[in-house]
Nanobody, 123 residues
Framework: QLVETGGGSVQTGGSLRLSCVAS????????MGWFRQSPGQEREAVAT???????NYADSVKGRFTVSKDNAKNTLFLQMNSLKSGDTGMYYC???????????????????WGQGTQVTVSS
């Protein structure tokens, strides 16, 4: 099970930190990802992190977002800075319980999903 928290409404340029607590498996052992979906849009990968801590980011968030994990808390994080209106959407964390490296960016590869947390960025 995955449970996200930390979403909210912020102004352009603000910051938010999303958290995703896992139960039933250990986040450090698998590919983990953050995805987002806006109304009428497909779900897209924002950031992924593998077992060794290697990360990948969507071009639109590079330099602004940071994905990390706390092994002791079994939690995945997404630090979002310099937020833009285009970052608005529902954010989901997900786990690929098959791969440990070369994390995929396609949602269907991930078998475990949280319920999502809404992020709204306004000017």
């Amino acid at each position: 099970q995955l449970v996200e928290t930390g979403g909210g409404s912020v102004q352009t340029g603000g910051s938010l930190r999303l958290s995703c607590v896992a139960s039933g498996f250990t986040v450090v052992n698998y590919c983990m990802g953050w995805f987002r979906q806006s109304p009428g849009q497909e779900r897209e990968a924002v950031a992924t992190i593998d077992r060794d801590g290697n990360t990948n980011y969507a071009d639109s968030v590079k330099g602004r977002f940071t994905v990390s994990k706390d092994n002791a808390k079994n939690t995945l994080f997404l630090q979002m800075n310099s937020l833009k209106s285009g970052d608005t959407g529902m954010y989901y964390c997900a786990a690929d319980l098959v791969r440990i490296k070369y994390c995929p960016e396609t949602p269907y590869e991930y078998s475990q999903w949280g319920q999502g947390t809404q992020v709204t960025v306004s000017s």
